[in-house]
C-alpha cells in the first residue's frame, strides 16, 4: 500500500535537505529517472532532467531561502484514476521555509522568514520518480517581500494552516475505502462542477458536495474563504461571472488516500475572461488554468481545499506580465 514510494519521495526531501546548494543535483541524480518531466509554475514551466531541475529550480531557490526547512501538512499517496488506476503517485503539501537572505525571480530579500506554498506530485515507477509537478505561489512569497501584484482579492490570505483535524501526515498505510470514499466525494464535485451549467443556484449547487463550514484557502490575489455562503459570494460567484466558453475538466493525476485527495491538470481547463478578474478589466481572451486542489473530506462531504493556481502564467496570457514588470521596476 504505497510504502515504498512514501519512502523514496521521504528519502528525497532528506537528501534535499542534507545537500549543499551546490550539491542539490547529486541529491537529485538516484530518486529521479534521466528523463524525469517536471512541471512548475511560471516561470518554470517544463523542465527534463534532474540536472534541469536542480539547477533552475532547487539551487537558486535554496541559495535566496537560507536555511531552508520543509513543512509539510499532507503527505499521502495513491494510484491515478485518470490512467485506471496504473500509476502510483506519492503528494505532500505545506510551506518551504527559511530565511529570505538573496534574490529570487527578481524579488528582493528581506532578511526575514519567509514561506513559499506548495504542493509536488510525484509519479513513481520502478523505483524512480519519472514524473513531477512542483506547484507554488509566488506571488504570496512576493506579498511577504513587500509587494502587491494583486490588490483587490476577494477574500483573505495569510501563511495558510494545515488541516484541521491534524491527521494529513499519512506516512502510515491508510483504510482503502476510506480513500475510495474521498475520491467519490471528489468525482462528485466535479461532476457538479461541469461547465458552470447544473440550473440550481449556487448555494444549493455547493451544498451537494461540501459542509456548510468549507474553507477553500485560495492562492495570494484570490485569498481563503469560509463557509458556503462566504465562498459563493468572495470567490465562485465572482470568478464565474468573469469567465464564459469554461472548456472540460482535464487532469494528469487524480487519486485520494485516507480523508484525502487532489488532482493536478496542465492545464486543467481553458476560459474566455469576458468580466472584470482580480482588479483587472476583461480581455475576451482565453487562457488556462493550471492547478493543483488538495482537499479534505468529512463524512461523505468535501470540507476543506487547498488551492493553487499559476495566476503568473494565466495573467501573461492576458498581457499583463508580472514578473517581467518587477524586472522593469525593481
Not at 45 to 60: D, S
Not at 66 to 94: L, P
Not at 163 to 189: C, F, K, R, S
Amino acid at each position: 500500500m504505497f510504502q515504498k514510494e512514501k519512502q523514496l519521495v521521504l528519502g528525497l526531501y532528506q537528501a534535499l535537505d542534507d545537500a549543499p546548494a551546490d550539491g542539490i543535483a547529486d541529491s537529485l541524480w538516484p530518486c529521479f529517472t534521466p528523463d524525469l518531466l517536471w512541471r512548475g509554475f511560471h516561470p518554470f514551466n517544463e523542465l527534463k532532467g534532474p540536472g534541469a531541475v536542480a539547477e533552475t529550480f532547487w539551487k537558486p531557490l535554496r541559495k535566496a531561502l537560507q536555511h531552508m526547512q520543509r513543512r509539510m501538512d499532507i503527505f499521502m499517496a495513491g494510484r491515478n484514476e485518470m490512467d485506471g488506476f496504473s500509476s502510483v503517485w506519492v503528494v505532500s503539501m505545506g510551506h518551504l521555509m527559511g530565511l529570505f537572505d538573496a534574490p529570487w525571480l527578481g524579488i528582493a530579500p528581506t532578511g526575514k522568514m519567509a514561506f513559499l506554498r506548495y504542493c509536488e506530485f510525484n509519479k513513481v515507477e520502478a523505483g524512480r520518480i519519472t514524473e513531477a509537478a512542483m506547484y507554488f505561489d509566488i506571488p504570496h512569497l512576493m506579498r511577504q517581500a513587500g509587494l502587491n501584484p494583486f490588490p483587490r482579492q476577494t477574500a483573505a490570505h495569510m501563511v495558510q494552516p494545515g488541516p484541521l483535524t491534524h491527521d494529513g501526515l499519512m506516512y502510515d498505510v491508510q483504510p482503502e475505502a476510506e480513500g475510495a470514499a474521498t475520491l467519490a466525494a471528489i468525482n462528485a464535485m466535479i461532476g457538479d462542477l461541469g461547465v458552470w451549467q447544473l440550473g440550481l443556484p449556487l448555494e444549493e449547487e455547493l451544498a451537494r458536495t461540501w459542509q456548510d463550514d468549507m474553507i477553500w484557502w485560495g492562492p495570494e490575489g484570490i485569498g481563503a474563504t469560509y463557509t458556503i455562503e462566504r465562498y459563493a459570494k468572495q470567490h465562485s460567484g465572482p470568478f464565474r461571472a468573469a469567465f464564459s466558453d469554461r472548456s472540460g475538466t482535464t487532469h494528469i493525476c487524480r487519486m485520494a488516500e485516507g480523508a484525502y485527495g487532489g488532482f493536478f491538470g496542465w492545464p486543467n481547463f481553458t476560459a474566455r475572461l469576458t468580466g472584470d478578474f482580480m482588479g483587472r478589466a476583461a480581455t475576451s481572451q482565453v487562457g488556462e488554468m493550471r492547478v493543483i486542489d488538495i482537499y479534505r473530506r468529512a463524512g461523505d462531504k468535501l470540507s476543506e481545499n487547498w488551492v493553487f493556481i499559476d495566476l503568473l502564467h494565466f495573467w501573461k496570457m492576458m498581457g499583463f506580465d508580472v514578473l517581467g514588470e518587477l524586472a522593469e521596476h525593481p
